[in-house]
């Protein structure tokens, strides 16, 4: 990935302030330009996130000016590195990671800087704490400090704890203490418990304001829209509930399998690691009310709200509603892949979902009785994140005099990821003398018509944090109400695994196993 070093992210904020006249109005004031100088620490500094998501992403936005002045990282691990060896590891991730131009590397470099550390020692942590004091008193950065958990959510409580401890969570005006925040990745725990467990620790050490929990779905573009589409347009909102809409799908697809992630996914499956964060965001966003404001703490609450409403999930009738399944050996492009039990790591005979499709309802007024159909899995036959907004059908026909086949009701399709387009589908006349008609789309692409530069979401997610801007995280709450509602899910996956039935093997590079191919073509648009 070559940092585009031609789009300034000081003119993107202003093109985003609306202060720029040609882009008119409509655009909020970022936080951009009002960003204060911090010290960013990494745990786990040379691990795969830091150095493919984490030092690109800032790499990308120190070319390009989007970091305050000055800006200090340091990285935090357990290999015994110095600052020299550290920053030779990451040009070379740079480089492997796509990056090309390096014009701006040695001035980056100045600001990295590396610090050998055994998570579980106290002694380690002070030394940190000496050790960011003095590089504050040669770059000052008024001891703001993001505290960066790039490591196995397993040490998440070891190191908060530690971090407290040590001081360093502590917020005040003094020299050595500005803003703490700590950075977490999902998952959040495994289940109920566990998610309480992390955010008792968490909070014994930070408050609410200081932890961000990251999911990376909230930072994509397409995803930030939902709420403008549905609220910033009187055309949809009038018709986006029970009365109008026969079913929501959410969809997301990949091509990949578990690559090397055996140990992680054996432990997760698919509800952990797509449906307890990720699909949950999009229903949420789907289905809330209108927030009274365009705010963090007003929208969390409106989808708590949505969590709240989530009707519980019947076990005794769970076959209705959820299917399972686990890929089987397949074609992908063409490429023979292994199935699941044969990917290195993997247990023998594992009964871990890699697919699964459930209906779920949300009891309130709006959606009462809609069907929301959920469905992810990997291995599918393409990489596709999309929700459907299904219409129903005209409630009489004048045509049906004329006309043989019934009209196909309307629907709207938000493409998340890769294709990032809306598109609108409904009946026209066919042109000619024969009285037809026939379903035509409208599309949209979301960068028709834009020239600016656009953020990637881990760039997103790290300006938002320097920013102590919430709108596009977790808050507790939510975390804990999906876990809830998932439980009796998690305990099918339970039974499923030991008595192995009711998995359904697919396929790789199809659509999931044969019983979901019926609620696949609802959500796809496959025959
Ligand atoms: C991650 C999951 O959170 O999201 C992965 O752990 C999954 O298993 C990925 O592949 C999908 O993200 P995206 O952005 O490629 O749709």
């Known amino acids: 990935m070559a940092p585009d070093t031609n789009r300034p992210l000081q003119a993107e904020a202003v093109a985003i302030t609306g202060r720029a006249p040609e882009v008119g109005a409509g655009c909020a004031l970022t936080a951009t330009d009002r960003f204060a100088p911090c010290t960013i620490v990494i745990f786990g500094a040379t691990g795969d996130l830091a150095h493919r998501k984490l030092i690109p992403a800032l790499y990308n936005l120190f070319c390009n000016h989007g970091l305050p002045e000055p800006i200090t990282i340091v990285g935090c691990g357990r ?48 030394k940190l704490g000496h050790f960011l004091a003095d590089l504050d008193r040669s770059r000052p950065t008024g001891g703001n400090r993001i505290f960066y958990l790039a490591v196995p959510p397993a040490l998440y409580s070891p190191i908060a704890a530690h971090l407290g401890q040590a001081g360093l969570a502590k917020e005040g005006p003094s020299a050595d203490n500005g803003w703490a925040r700590i950075v977490v990745e999902k998952p959040f725990g495994r289940d109920l418990d566990s998610a309480t467990t992390l955010d008792r620790v968490l909070h014994a050490n930070f408050q609410e304001h200081q932890i961000f929990r990251i999911d990376h779905y909230l930072a994509k573009e397409t995803v930030q829209n939902i709420l403008m589409l549905r609220f910033a347009n009187a055309i949809f909102e009038p018709l986006w509930n029970r009365g109008y809409i026969d079913y929501v799908g959410i969809v997301a697809a990949e091509k990949l399998g578990i690559e090397h992630r055996a140990g992680y996914y054996e432990e997760a499956g698919i509800i952990r690691d797509m449906f307890q964060n990720h699909m949950m965001q999009l229903l949420a966003l789907t289905a809330l009310e209108p927030p009274s404001h365009f705010e963090a703490a007003r929208v969390q609450d409106e989808k708590g709200k949505v969590f709240r409403s989530l009707k519980p999930f019947e076990v005794e009738h769970w076959p209705e509603n959820l ?110 003398d024969r009285e037809c008609l026939r379903p035509v789309t409208m599309r949209f692409n979301y960068y028709q018509g834009y020239q600016g530069p656009a953020l990637a979401a881990y760039e997103k997610v790290l300006l938002d944090c320097i920013g102590g801007d919430h709108l596009l995280f977790w808050r507790q ?37 044969a019983a979901a191919h019926p609620w696949m073509r609802l959500l796809m648009d496959e025959k």
Request: hydrophobic share 40%; glycine share 8%.
């Open 79 to 126: 290999t015994a590195l110095d600052h020299a060896a550290f920053r030779a590891t990451l040009h070379e991730s740079l480089a492997r990671e796509g990056t090309t131009d390096f014009d701006c590397w040695p001035e980056f470099a100045a600001s990295l800087h590396y610090q050998t550390m055994a998570y579980d020692a106290a002694v380690d942590y002070e």
């Open 323 to 432: 299917i399972l399944g686990q890929y089987g050996p397949g074609i992908i492009d063409g490429r023979p892949v292994p199935g699941y039990r044969d990917e290195p790591g993997v247990r023998p005979g594992s009964a871990t979902p890699t697919f699964a499709v459930m209906r779920l309802f949300i009891d309130n007024w709006r959606w009462r009785g809609v069907p929301f159909y959920l469905a992810s899995g990997k291995r599918l036959a393409r990489k596709e994140s999309r929700i459907v907004i299904q219409f129903k059908n005209v409630p009489h026909s004048m045509f049906r005099n004329v006309l043989v086949e019934a009209i196909a009701a309307n629907r709207l399709v938000l493409g998340i990821h890769p294709q990032e387009e809306i598109s609108l589908t409904f009946q026209t006349k066919n042109p000619g």
């Open 477 to 513: 709450d939510g975390v804990e109400l999906t876990w809830s509602f998932l439980s009796p899910i998690l305990e099918v996956c339970e039974v499923c695994s030991m008595t192995d039935q009711r998995l359904h093997t697919y396929p790789a590079g199809g659509y999931g196993p």
